[in-house]
């Protein structure tokens, strides 16, 4: 373990590389964020988002959280989400889940942690929800694998149902939903073609009516 103090040095070095490499870079990147990617992924230290798909700082806006969790209820998420749209007018998504995930393992053993196990109930949902398929995965690794996956894919969903990306598709603003998951073995990310660029595939309760909000606010 480094002492704390090899943190700041770690910095200078990195800094110091990256001004020689591409001179006015921090100049340039205080002045404007503009990424055209917003990553919602785990919390886990070895996950890094940016250096994952080799982006630099300012081409990433990013959001994490234990077991890469989109919820209705969760405000910090919902904040991001509309910044990300409304104001960065973001491109694409990317939920990005990883094998191995320790939230997600939790979830499924019914190991206790404590108070993330509140958070945690929301992957026992997906488990519950995909029950059938789950239950016929005899090996305990295949199957965690496969609640990952599954997970990053409700995750997608919920990104479908919500106002800010719904009202995004309706003003026609390009942007595409995407669920990914990264091996730490490896180090690449499976595409687990769920991707959604509009409205059309999600089940209708869920879909706003939003012509009908517009001439409700005139």
């Known amino acids: 373990m480094p002492d704390f103090k090899q943190l700041f040095v770690n910095n200078r070095n990195w800094a110091d590389r990256?001004?020689?490499e591409q001179p006015g870079f921090f100049r340039q990147l205080s002045?404007?964020?503009a990424p055209e990617y917003l990553w919602i992924g785990c919390s886990d230290s070895r996950v890094p988002a940016n250096e994952i798909v080799g982006l630099l700082p300012g081409e990433l806006f990013v959001h994490r959280n234990v077991a890469n969790l989109v919820?209705?209820?969760d405000m910090n998420c919902l904040s991001v989400l509309q910044y990300a749209i409304d104001i960065l007018k973001v491109k694409h998504i990317l939920v990005v889940g990883h094998y191995g995930c320790g939230g997600v393992k939790a979830a499924m053993t019914k190991q206790r942690v404590g108070f993330v196990d509140n958070w945690l109930r929301n992957v026992k949902d997906v488990y519950s929800m995909?029950?059938?398929e789950l239950d016929q995965v005899a090996d305990d690794?295949?199957?965690l694998n496969r609640l990952i996956e599954l997970n990053v894919m409700e995750q997608v969903?919920?990104?479908c149902h919500t106002s800010f990306v719904q009202e995004a598709w309706e003003r026609g603003q390009p942007l595409t939903?995407?669920?990914w998951v990264y091996s730490l073995r490896n180090g690449r990310v499976k595409d687990l073609r769920v991707s959604h660029s509009c409205a059309d595939k999600i089940d209708d309760i869920y879909t706003l009516d939003l012509?009908?909000?517009h001439i409700s606010e005139k």
């Open 130 to 132: 995909h029950r059938d």
């Open 31 to 33: 002045e404007q964020q």
């Open 141 to 143: 690794s295949e199957r």
């Open 157 to 159: 969903r919920n990104l």
């Open 177 to 179: 939903i995407h669920g």
């Open 71 to 73: 919820l209705h209820s």
């Open 18 to 20: 990256i001004e020689k």
């Open 211 to 213: 012509a009908d909000c």
